[in-house]
């Protein structure tokens, strides 16, 4: 079976700072790795998808993340982050079924 | 583009009682959509995936009996809470696959917030 690790519960950055949001996986096969953001009280919206192709992959609002099969992971990047960017960030992976999986989440605050 | 709504967005309601949970798919149609539930500051985690036209197929753990799902079109599925408790206080969430989309990509609803008291 599938499963997700974001091993930083709480992550705070100052305004203008890079950040990286780890994600480990574990999965049989080619995984199709997801990370989403959620906002209090809010339903998730997508950031970036992988599944094939560059491992690097570009999302919306800036981020970017890196696949690397020999490490398992998924992390999640933004060169210099908003303060809007403060929410709670969801990293999944796909299995059998259409199914995701999700890691715990990792909650970003931002310093102004 | 694709959305899917939920309906209500937020429901308080005395324990014993019935809760229904609307999840609609728009312009779209999905003959599969799934169910998560989310407690406070914890993760999404699956409940049941709902399967246009036959049973919803249940998560090792979640009750059938008390989460019912009834998928009758190709827009709409429902969640009823059965005899809430205040254990079932939670933050339900919806998703639905579409086509356009990578595999395992899913849309999802914008939550209901569920309160027993």
């Known amino acids: 079976a599938q499963s997700v690790t974001q091993p930083d519960i709480h992550i705070t950055v100052s305004e203008g700072a890079s950040l990286e949001l780890r994600c480990n996986y574990s999965y049989g096969a080619t995984p199709y790795l997801f990370w989403y953001v959620q906002s209090p009280g809010q339903g998730l919206q997508l950031l970036l998808k992988?599944?094939?192709?560059?491992?690097l992959v570009q999302g919306i609002k800036g981020f970017e993340a890196e696949f690397k099969r020999s490490q398992s992971s998924f992390n999640l990047r933004k060169p210099s982050v908003h303060w809007s960017d403060a929410a709670e960030y969801f990293c999944?992976?796909?299995?059998?079924?259409?199914?995701?999986?999700f890691g715990t989440g990792t909650q970003l605050k931002v310093e102004l | 583009g694709a959305v899917v709504s939920q309906h209500p967005s937020r429901v308080i309601c005395k324990s014993g009682t019935s809760v229904k949970i609307e999840c609609r798919s728009l312009d779209f149609q999905a003959t599969t959509m799934f169910w998560y539930r989310q407690f406070p500051k914890q993760s999404l985690m699956l409940m049941a995936t709902s399967n246009e036209g036959s049973k919803a197929t249940y998560e090792q753990g979640v009750e059938k009996d008390k989460f019912l799902i009834n998928h009758a079109s190709l827009t709409l599925s429902t969640l009823t809470v059965t005899s809430a408790h205040p254990e079932d206080s939670s933050f339900y969430i919806c998703?639905?696959?579409?086509?356009?989309?990578?595999?395992?990509?899913?849309?999802f609803g914008p939550g209901t917030r569920l309160t027993v008291l």
């Open positions: 992988y599944f094939s192709g560059d491992t």
């Open positions: 999944a992976v796909g299995g059998g079924g259409n199914k995701l999986t």
């Open positions: 998703s639905a696959p579409h086509k356009g989309l990578a595999p395992n990509e899913q849309f």
